[in-house]
């Protein structure tokens, strides 16, 4: 079967770096997606990968490894507003999107 | 102007009833979905529709049937409702090549929790 593992929860502090990670196992991979989710409201995009490596956008940035069927998503200088789920999304061989469960990152002062 | 949007962003109903969903798309794009969300955050694909025609079709029951009158619109209608369709859903939309394939990011309504007592 198909499967997206990311952790549940993770907590940080205000102004630190975190790290969320991401593996998968799908038939076929056509590139990765992250997107943020605030508690009530609309799943909003990130970045996406395709190519191994990483992506720099602003504070936030995205790493791909395909070999290893992982990726992470690295937020720096952590603010209070970075407080939501990030959701971990797969494009599959059929071009069908793979979604995990998402990671709830609290952030604290 | 928002670029998804979704009505009612709330719905408390009865079990047993029908209701409907409406979802509209201003941003010319090809592609439109229906996601339902629950409890443990999971989004799943119910549907997806490319130029009126339905190319994704997971397995959801037949009590939940999608309507698009054109291509920026893709209602949901959901009959005899039951208590395990209390859930968020969520209209997105995308601009794709063909054949339903994932080539750019999804835009999404602000959804719609449904829930059934």
């Known amino acids: 079967g198909q499967n997206i593992d990311q952790p549940t929860e993770m907590t940080a502090t205000e102004g630190a770096i975190v790290q969320i990670n991401c593996t998968y196992q799908t038939s076929g991979f056509n590139g990765l997606f992250w997107y943020q989710q605030h508690a009530g409201e609309a799943p909003t995009f990130l970045s996406y990968n395709v190519l191994d490596g990483l992506e720099e956008k602003g504070r936030f940035s995205s790493f791909l490894s395909r070999s290893k069927g992982y990726s992470y998503l690295l937020l720096k200088e952590l603010q209070m507003k970075d407080s939501a789920s990030y959701l971990c999304a797969v494009v599959d061989s059929n071009y069908q999107l793979i979604w995990g469960a998402g990671t709830k990152l609290i952030i604290k002062p | 102007d928002t670029a998804v949007s979704q009505t009612p962003k709330y719905l408390v109903t009865q079990m047993g009833n029908d209701k409907s969903i409406k979802c509209e798309q201003n941003l010319g794009h090809d592609t439109m979905y229906w996601y339902k969300q629950d409890s443990k955050k999971f989004l799943k694909i119910m549907f997806s529709?490319?130029?009126?025609?339905?190319?994704i079709n997971e397995t959801v029951p037949n009590r939940f049937s999608p309507k698009s009158p054109d291509k920026a619109h893709l209602n949901l209608h959901i009959n005899s409702l039951e208590l395990g369709d209390s859930a968020v859903y969520f209209c997105a939309s995308s601009q794709e090549t063909s054949g339903g394939a994932v080539t750019g990011e999804l835009f999404f309504g602000e959804g719609s929790r449904l829930t059934v007592l």
């Open positions: 529709y490319n130029n009126k025609e339905l190319i």
